[in-house]
């Protein structure tokens, strides 16, 4: 039957003088007092202690090895108490990352949670999503253009620090001959050396096919030994084209998304696999803003429009001058022009580069 009340009685720990406490349950209650009242040694020290002593002790004794056990209060006995949570009063983090949730450690809580109750669904349809079966894999690679090239390749390590010294001469022993570290491919008989402090990622190359008719047997074979290796999870690497990933876990039929698993990692943006792509996970991007570099548009580039550092064009025998006069050049404008009347795209250009064209 559900308590109303966390009843508490002799309360002995630290200054508290044998109390008797009737809290109410599904409240927000509030303890004050002066400094050195026993606030802290009531929440803290006796009622979280109880709490989490309470729920480490009904874990397996290998769950238990894990986790630091509390000591029990000096009380003599706690009633209602249910597993407890405590957010500790943290100082203030200057660091861009550091949120409230992050600072009191609270929502490392909420991303076990969302991991491991949360129902996935397809980010394109919002429909629930469901595991994928080998056939399934199969019937999507065959759907690929006849002739297209591909790898498959099983991930044994995704964005984890070590060397992996041991896993490469594991792999090399049952007979695979390359693997794919952090998007390059590699002989495993050559020498391999990982930064142990930076995050690697690892796949085994178990096959290399040509998408033809016929290759069906061959494909679900491969396919089967990835997901074996992989705990679940393919990557087709077609040449030239963008790689799929494929996973026994989840994935939605209709608009051919696929996710791994879900893991705590995934809701967390200090994470690589969680954050946001665009922002890295800040929240917040850096971006130009045309008014501020080129203030006056009715000035030509030689006039000295541009107002950033490393622009000043006056003199000709400059680096600067020269980069613009090939950028002139190369897309046949003249820096003598107003800004105010070059071709968007020129302009575009000027402001964000040639999106990786050399110039001469």
Request: aromatic share 6%; net charge neutral.
């Amino acid at each position: 039957m559900k308590k109303d009340y966390i009843i508490v009685k002799g309360a002995r720990e630290h200054n508290l003088k044998n109390i008797d406490v009737k809290i109410p349950r599904d409240k927000f209650v509030v303890i004050t007092g002066l400094s050195g009242s026993g606030k802290s040694s009531l929440a803290f020290d006796t009622i979280y202690a109880e709490g989490q002593r309470r729920y480490v002790e009904s874990l397996s004794s290998y769950a238990r090895q894990f986790l630091g056990q509390m000591e029990k209060p000096d009380i003599d006995y706690i009633d209602g108490l249910s597993p407890a949570i405590a957010i500790d009063q943290k100082t203030t983090s200057r660091n861009p990352r550091s949120t409230v949730g992050t600072v009191t450690e609270i929502y490392d809580y909420l991303r076990l949670l969302f991991a491991r109750i949360g129902t996935p669904h397809c980010y394109s349809c919002g429909r629930e999503i469901s595991q994928q079966t080998v056939d399934q894999m199969v019937d999507k690679i065959m759907e690929l253009e006849e002739g297209t090239r591909i790898q498959l390749l099983a991930p044994v390590v995704r964005g984890r620090k070590g060397e992996y010294h041991k896993l490469i001469e594991d792999i090399k022993k049952d007979g695979y001959v390359r693997i794919r570290v952090d998007g390059e491919v590699v002989d495993v008989n050559e020498p391999i050396n990982l930064d142990k402090n930076k995050k690697h990622s690892i796949e085994i190359v178990v096959d290399r096919l040509i998408v033809r008719p016929g290759i069906q047997k061959r494909l679900t074979d491969s396919i089967e030994t990835v997901l074996r290796l992989s705990s679940g999870i393919l990557v087709v690497d077609v040449i030239g084209e963008k790689e799929m990933l494929l996973s026994q876990n989840f994935a939605c039929t209709e608009c051919n998304v696929s996710m791994e698993e879900i893991t705590p990692r995934m809701f967390s943006f200090n994470n690589p696999y969680g954050a946001c792509p665009e922002c890295t996970g800040l929240g917040s991007l850096m971006r130009i803003d045309p008014d501020l570099v080129i203030p006056d548009k009715k000035l030509s580039l030689a006039q000295g429009a541009v107002r950033a550092s490393g622009w000043n064009i006056a003199n000709d025998e400059s680096y600067a001058r020269m980069y613009i006069d090939a950028l002139a050049k190369h897309y046949n404008f003249s820096v003598d022009t107003p800004v105010e009347e070059l071709p968007p795209h020129i302009l575009n250009i000027i402001l964000y580069g040639t999106n990786g064209r050399r110039l001469k």
